[in-house]
DNA sequence: AACACCTGTAATATATTTATTACATGAATA
DNA sequence: TATTCATGTAATAAATATATTACAGGTGTT
């Protein structure tokens, strides 16, 4: 996983700057699992899980793959797309020149 | 500067989260500069530049002293906390029992 | 005195994020 | 067929974060 610039660090950092999606990756780490289970060990919400899901998948820290059980059920199970960020004032200052000010209507 | 809990990361993070403090950390690794010239160097206004750096200075990334200058002046001099994060899933994992899910009244 | 810089904050408005509620669909099982 | 467990989304509400405007006070210079 490389950073190309500053917009995509700032995607991650924003993508890992809630405790719930830290918990997903916590999770993850240890083991996939699928959305309704993951729900279940969050203690959150499907919907709101969705909205973290999204944003972690977005910063491309996660992924999802269907998968039907023995059973079959179709599950969206997750996974972690592993990665490794030296966060310093060096490698902030590399990428700041590359960061957009303001999202706003075009 | 190390990094006690699950708590203290997601205000590390948070604080990381904004393109105009990413950009405050990236001039600041350069040189120190105070509150005004700060502002210009961002081409934001005094009042919103201070809430960013209430947000850096939160999470201890940034530190201020005050100082007079040769004409008489005092100014605000800001400079970096240096700081050094290896973001990853094993470090998030062993961080992640010590977050605090959602902070409301008591 | 008026101007040019420096410091700061309070009140308000706007935008974004987070959370909830209400739906809708499909397949296996009792 | 009624229940259970899986998938997902749209609409709305509530909470935070970001941004702006309007102040106020200090010192040195013209």
Redesign the interface.
């Known amino acids: 996983m490389n950073i190309q610039n500053?917009d995509e660090?700032?995607r991650i950092?924003?993508a890992?700057?809630?405790?719930?999606r830290?918990?997903i990756?916590?999770i993850?780490?240890?083991e996939r699992q699928y959305v309704s289970q993951l729900a279940r060990s969050l203690g959150i919400s499907r919907p709101l899980l969705y909205l973290h899901l999204q944003r972690l998948e977005e910063a491309n820290l996660i992924k999802g793959d269907y998968e039907v059980s023995d059973k079959g059920k179709t599950m969206k199970y997750f996974e972690?797309n592993?990665?490794?960020?030296?966060?310093?004032?060096?490698f902030?200052?590399e990428?700041?020149d590359s960061?957009?000010?303001?999202k706003k209507k075009e």
């Open positions: 500053g660090l700032l950092l924003e890992l700057s809630n405790p719930y830290l918990k990756i916590s993850l780490h240890q972690l592993p990665f490794f960020i030296e966060l310093n004032p060096q902030i200052t990428l700041a960061l957009t000010l303001k």
